[in-house]
């Protein structure tokens, strides 16, 4: 039964105060996990929490962290181990994206976001992964993204961001075999949440009709993870997309990246 290995264990779950994040603490809550929840927005965490309790039964931690500064990832990994509890799962999902041209994002921005989406996620594998494998169980679900498939010109810090995060889960992946810890990367396509706002872009028309609610990717996600997948990309149309990415010229898909990400800004 899927649910067994969520029931009664606890769960790390990073950026849970919205969207993706917050999803996975109402599904895995829903599923008997105790949660860890982190991000910065420290009401938010507290009431999502409580409001889990309530409802599950379940248990539950809030670390309010900004894991995208400096130090802040190694200090967050030192306060989970430090806690009196075994994590079993960790959900490594907070990250962030800035659209327009990389003339105008900055330094300070572009390191901040390779902080968080790359260098976090690795330190909390690294300081975590330890006593998952002595248990010879648990694991981690990354939250990568389709733009970690290809180039993406106007977001390409970020696209670059995420391909680090499916090609260090993969290998992983391969290093993990048979020692009964998974390692998942979740790859979805455009979903409407806070990343947007922060982005500064719009899902574009085109892509509206198919995309997908946070609760469905993030079901898609858990169940594939449960299910041992390495990559996981929900939804037809971006799985169609991720092959046209592996398959067609890069330029080419460079090209029409660029097109695409030139007219989701909104300025
Ligand atoms: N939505 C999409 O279209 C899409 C598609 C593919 C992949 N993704 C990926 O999905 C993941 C979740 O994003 P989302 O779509 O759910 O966006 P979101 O609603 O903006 O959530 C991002 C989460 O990350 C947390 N966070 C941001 N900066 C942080 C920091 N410095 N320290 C700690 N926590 C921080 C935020 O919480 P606080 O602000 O409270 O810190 C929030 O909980 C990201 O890795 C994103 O790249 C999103």
Same mark, same amino acid.
């Given at each position: 039964? /899927?649910?067994?290995?969520?029931?009664?264990?606890?769960?790390?779950?990073?950026?849970?105060?919205?969207?993706?994040?917050?999803?996975?603490?109402?599904?895995?809550?829903?599923?008997?996990?105790?949660?860890?929840?982190?991000?910065?927005?420290?009401?938010?965490?507290?009431?999502?929490?409580?409001?889990?309790?309530?409802?599950?039964?379940?248990?539950?931690?809030? !670390?309010?962290?900004?894991?995208?500064?400096?130090?802040?990832?190694?200090?967050?990994?030192?306060?989970?181990?430090?806690?009196?509890?075994?994590?079993?799962?960790?959900?490594?999902?907070?990250?962030?994206?800035?659209?327009?041209?990389?003339?105008?994002?900055?330094?300070?921005?572009?390191?901040?976001?390779?902080?968080?989406?790359?260098?976090?996620?690795?330190?909390?594998?690294?300081?975590?992964?330890?006593?998952?494998?002595?248990?010879?169980?648990?694991?981690?679900?990354?939250?990568? /993204?389709?733009?970690?498939?290809?180039?993406?010109?106007?977001?390409?810090?970020?696209?670059?961001?995420?391909?680090?995060?499916?090609?260090?889960?993969?290998?992983?992946?391969?290093?993990?075999?048979?020692?009964?810890?998974?390692?998942?990367?979740?790859?979805?396509?455009?979903?409407?949440?806070?990343?947007?706002?922060?982005?500064?872009?719009?899902?574009?028309?085109?892509?509206?009709?198919?995309?997908?609610?946070?609760?469905?990717?993030?079901?898609?996600?858990?169940?594939?993870?449960?299910?041992?997948?390495?990559?996981?990309?929900?939804?037809?149309?971006?799985?169609?997309?991720?092959?046209?990415?592996?398959?067609?010229?890069?330029? !080419?898909?460079?090209?029409?990246?660029?097109?695409?990400?030139?007219?989701?800004?909104?300025?």
């Amino acid at each position: 039964m /899927s649910d067994d290995i969520f029931r009664g264990r606890w769960v790390l779950i990073t950026g849970a105060s919205s969207g993706f994040g917050e999803d996975f603490a109402r599904q895995l809550a829903a599923r008997g996990a105790h949660l860890i929840l982190t991000a910065r927005s420290e009401a938010k965490l507290r009431a999502l929490g409580e409001e889990l309790s309530a409802k599950h039964g379940v248990l539950h931690r809030v !670390l309010p962290r900004d894991i995208g500064a400096s130090g802040g990832a190694i200090a967050l990994a030192d306060e989970v181990l430090a806690l009196d509890v075994a994590v079993d799962h960790v959900v490594n999902n907070a990250g962030f994206g800035v659209g327009g041209p990389f003339v105008e994002l900055g330094a300070a921005r572009a390191a901040e976001m390779l902080r968080l989406n790359c260098e976090a996620l690795t330190v909390l594998t690294a300081k975590l992964l330890p006593p998952m494998r002595e248990r010879g169980r648990g694991g981690f679900l990354q939250v990568a /993204s389709v733009a970690g498939f290809q180039p993406t010109p106007y977001m390409s810090v970020y696209g670059a961001s995420k391909a680090y995060v499916v090609s260090f889960t993969v290998g992983l992946a391969e290093e993990l075999r048979g020692t009964g810890v998974r390692m998942s990367a979740l790859c979805p396509g455009p979903v409407a949440t806070g990343f947007q706002a922060v982005a500064g872009i719009e899902i574009a028309p085109s892509q509206r009709a198919s995309v997908l609610s946070s609760e469905e990717t993030v079901r898609g996600g858990i169940q594939a993870y449960v299910d041992n997948k390495t990559v996981y990309v929900p939804g037809v149309v971006n799985t169609l997309g991720g092959l046209a990415a592996k398959f067609l010229p890069r330029a !080419l898909v460079a090209r029409a990246a660029g097109q695409m990400m030139k007219n989701r800004g909104r300025g």
